[in-house]
């Protein structure tokens, strides 16, 4: 038998249950890898919580969870190709991730090799978050000298958006809450409180204006873009919140370019790119993690350890 997260109804964290099931093994063209660390995003609780956005990914009941994971190749089909016992690697396999083992059919492109000098605990964060970084910033155009407003700047996909926008060259208002201030300044970005008077408070900032925003959590600072004068077309927003404005750009992590994970962990081996990890929780912790989570003040990413 192996563990794996599980919800038999949708619904907040109270429904997820960590359930034994019958040990999973590869089919002749699969590797199973066994998972040691799940990066959770916000889209996977949304997943659960909510049975639209679970249809768009094709996920029914009962259903599994997370969707980033790192760990090690352990059992390889034998059609299976490109990897071999003993690799580590790292991956997304949505409404899958936290569990034991994850089985990942080859050729993928959802499976990559962990680098050398890189964790478990990080690479276990990087698929969903970086790829959706990336592809928000790409939307936009981004580019060096221009001023760039991120909502949500704090958050699991934030500290990548940050870090990539600086390495651009751009200068980053991030918006957050109070709390979080000092992080961000750590991370390169001048930090913004949400809220009411976002727009004034921008204005202060920047009272040359900004040129670009791209908003990862809600549609607040999309809208505070257009107030100031932004084109539609240099917003943008992540793909899992409700319908952004006309003529802003919705995006997410299946429209990141190619090679951008590459770049990531290049970017964090040389140290141009830090992954802030909030807090490790036990796998038989998981609802007070996806409650932490889902709380929305965490700096940086939260971890399941299995």
């Known amino acids: 038998m192996s563990r794996a997260v599980r919800y038999r109804r949708f619904g ?6 960590l359930a034994e099931i019958p040990e999973p093994h590869a089919a002749p ?10 990066g959770l995003n916000p889209m996977d609780w949304k997943i659960a919580a909510q049975p639209d956005m679970a249809a768009r990914f094709g996920i029914t ?3 599994g969870f997370g969707s980033d994971f790192a760990g090690v190749v352990d059992e390889v089909g034998a059609d299976a190709t490109g990897f071999a016992a003993g690799d580590r690697v790292y991956g997304a396999a949505i409404g899958r991730s936290v569990a034991d083992f994850v089985l990942v059919k080859t050729p993928t492109e959802t499976l990559w090799p962990t680098p050398e000098g890189i964790g478990d605990e990080v690479a276990g964060t990087l698929p969903v978050a970086g790829l959706t ?6 939307a936009i155009g981004l580019r060096a000298g221009d001023t760039v407003l991120i909502g949500g700047a704090a958050g699991g996909v934030g500290i990548f958006a940050v870090q990539l926008a600086k390495l651009a060259g751009a200068r ?6 109070e709390g979080t ?20 408070r921008v204005r202060a ?13 809600g549609r607040e600072a999309a809208e505070t873009a257009l107030e100031l004068g932004v084109a539609p077309e240099r917003i943008s927003v992540v793909a899992d919140g409700p319908a952004p404005p006309p003529g802003v750009r919705q995006t997410g992590a299946l429209d990141a ?11 964090i081996r040389s140290g141009e790119i830090t992954v802030p990890i909030a807090a490790t929780f036990p796998v038989e912790r998981i609802r007070e993690a996806v409650t932490t989570q889902a709380e929305g003040h965490v700096h940086g990413k939260i971890v399941i350890a299995l």
């Open 12 to 17: 907040g964290p109270e429904v997820l249950e």
């Open 29 to 38: 063209d699969e590797v199973r890898v066994r998972v040691t660390a799940a």
């Open 61 to 63: 009941l009962p259903a």
């Open 133 to 138: 970084a990336c592809a928000a910033l790409d």
């Open 172 to 177: 980053v208002l991030g918006t957050a809450s």
């Open 181 to 200: 201030f000092g992080f961000l300044r750590g991370l390169g970005a001048e930090p913004v409180a949400y809220g009411p008077g976002l727009a004034d």
């Open 205 to 217: 900032l920047a009272p040359e204006g900004i040129t670009a925003a791209t908003d990862l959590f």
């Open 257 to 267: 370019g190619p090679g951008t994970l590459q770049r990531i962990t290049d970017a």
